[in-house]
């Protein structure tokens, strides 16, 4: 208290209730003062604050606005309300918006460290991982049918007005013919398409979103960020353009002109070749020789094959629970005769050529247990250090080349066919690399997937195994275009009626994120 009392002009504070009143009247005044030192990181923040005091009493006694305090101690204009009156401070304290905006001061003083706040409005460089306001509405999503802020505020303005009548001639009329009143006129008519039930269905759908952000476990891409280096067990690894350009022949080398004869040399004459080996979604124990014989001769191939020099009495299945029908079972190449002429039918309506028996038996053998080899020998060849050894472990340093050329081949033939939608891919246990945040200097965001790429056009399927780890979890939304479509191998893969949605995209696909999506746990990003 002696402190307090040199402060001229408070009243004595000697008895207890005295003492109650003058701390009630100075705390909002308090409170104001140590948001405006934390602004100001002022060297002496005790003498700060006094001085602010001095200034909110002055103010209630005289009625006059508060003094500018001394220009040593100054805080920055920007960000810091002025002293107001402990009245005024209290009714701000039970304003919702006041609240915000205190909260959003001390968080923009938190992250500015020791630069400034950014002022509201200003013009921002910052990466991806930015989470501003604008992009948030931009995002929301209203009601069952998920319309944008946009789609709202145009379906709210039709029924202001009236408009009985829809469609693209009737809508360009109807905004055009508000262009042409005058400015008085037309902005009276907008601010009555404007009024009424949209403002009040805006608020519902803003504030919607604001409870669904303030009691998310993460919220912005920073945060998932942090979380997911905290979760992540590596960080995933993306080839740049260089690699895209130089395409699987600078990756793995060219092909044999001896296609069917070295495919079979790479899965049953080489090291790795009766090494078993377990995928961990198929839980298939089975070797390479073992899945060449199960693709291309399921009759009579049993009979030769072996497993840790066990004679197999079946061919290997999947360990896992699975409805009737589900596992996967031996089928001859002629069984799939009229799926395979339907489709060399498109084929030759796009004066393309048909599908060659090499490429069905490199893309069936992709749809098995098989795929984990594939992908480990295009990941490790481009990705140093953990995928390069798996690579080495797993398939004892064969390349597969000729076999994941015929299958890269088969996929980009059947991409003709596939119609362009939206698709989605679920990751586990890794964290995005910063070149999908930051900019390259072509101001260019993003990496090449080394593998083939499984994807779904369900959503939930890719978000469940996002989560399937209990770690950090990413599902990429991605749009197919002209040229970037994948293909579906559901007609010839060895468990089609398992995954009736998916398709499978060549090696090498850029991915060039458009914005995260930090509405859940798991990261949403796009690619084109």
């Known amino acids: 208290m002696t402190r307090l009392r040199t ?4 009243p004595d504070a000697d008895s207890a209730g005295t003492l109650t009143a003058v701390l009630e009247q100075l705390f909002p005044a308090i409170e104001e ?15 700060f604050v006094i001085e602010h005091l001095k200034r909110a009493h002055e103010s209630t006694r005289s009625g006059r ?3 500018a305090p001394n220009r040593s101690q100054q805080a920055p204009s920007r960000g810091v309300r002025p002293a107001t009156s402990p009245s005024q401070s209290r009714s701000a304290r039970d304003d919702p918006i006041q609240r915000a905006v205190a909260a959003a001061e001390a968080a923009a003083v938190e992250d500015a460290g020791a630069g400034e706040a950014t002022p509201a409005g200003a013009d921002r460089i910052e990466d991806e991982r930015s989470w501003l306001m604008g992009s948030w509405l931009g995002s929301l999503e209203i009601g069952v049918d998920k319309r944008s802020l946009t789609d709202l505020i145009a379906k709210e303005m039709r029924a202001a007005a009236g408009l009985a009548v829809g469609g693209e001639a009737a809508e360009l009329a109807f905004v055009r013919s508000l262009g042409r009143e005058s400015r008085a006129d037309g902005r009276a008519a907008v601010l009555r398409l404007l009024g009424g039930p949209l403002l009040e269905h805006l608020a519902d759908a803003v504030l919607s979103g604001a409870q669904e952000l303030a009691h998310a476990r993460t919220a912005t891409a920073n945060e998932l960020q942090s979380k997911f280096l905290d979760e992540a067990g590596f960080t995933m690894g993306f080839g740049d353009i260089g690699t895209f350009f130089g395409g699987l022949e600078q990756l793995l080398g060219p092909p044999s002109p001896q296609l069917l004869e070295t ?3 790479e899965h049953c004459d080489v090291a790795d070749s009766h090494k078993p080996f377990t995928p961990p979604n198929y839980l298939i124990t089975t070797t390479s020789c073992i899945e060449w014989s199960f693709v291309n ?5 049993l009979e030769k094959s072996t497993l840790d020099g066990v004679a197999l009495a079946a061919w290997p299945e999947e360990m896992v629970s699975l409805a009737d029908g589900q596992k996967r079972s031996p089928r001859t190449i002629a069984s799939f005769e009229a799926e395979w002429a339907r489709r060399d039918e498109k084929l030759e309506a796009l004066n393309d050529w048909p599908l060659q028996k090499i490429e069905f038996v490199g893309a069936r053998l992709y749809t098995g247990p098989l795929y984990l080899k594939y992908n480990a020998v295009l990941r490790g060849c481009g990705i140093k250090g953990f995928m390069e050894k798996k690579w080495m472990e797993l398939c004892g340093g064969n390349k597969y080349t000729t076999t994941i050329h015929v299958i890269n081949s088969a996929v980009v033939k059947l991409s003709k066919l596939q119609k362009a939608e939206k698709v989605f891919r679920g990751l586990t246990g890794g964290v995005l690399p910063n070149s999908f945040w930051i900019p390259d200097e072509q101001n260019v965001r993003g990496g090449c997937e080394y593998g083939f790429l499984s994807t779904t056009s369900d959503k939930v399927v890719a978000s469940t195994y996002a989560a399937s780890g209990g770690k950090a979890g990413i599902v990429f939304e991605m749009s197919m275009g002209m040229v970037d479509r994948g293909a579906d191998l559901s007609w010839l893969s060895q468990c089609g009626c398992r995954c009736p949605s998916c398709t499978s995209a060549r090696p090498l696909t850029p991915h060039c994120p ?3 999506d930090t509405r859940t746990s798991t990261r949403s990003s796009s690619r084109r």
């Open 263 to 265: 495919m079979q040399h």
């Open 7 to 10: 402060i001229r002009g408070l």
């Open 514 to 516: 458009m914005a995260p």
């Open 297 to 301: 001769d399921p009759e009579e191939g």
């Open 33 to 47: 003062g140590v948001t405006a030192a934390c602004l100001a990181r002022t060297s002496d923040p005790f003498s």
């Open 65 to 67: 606005p508060p003094t």
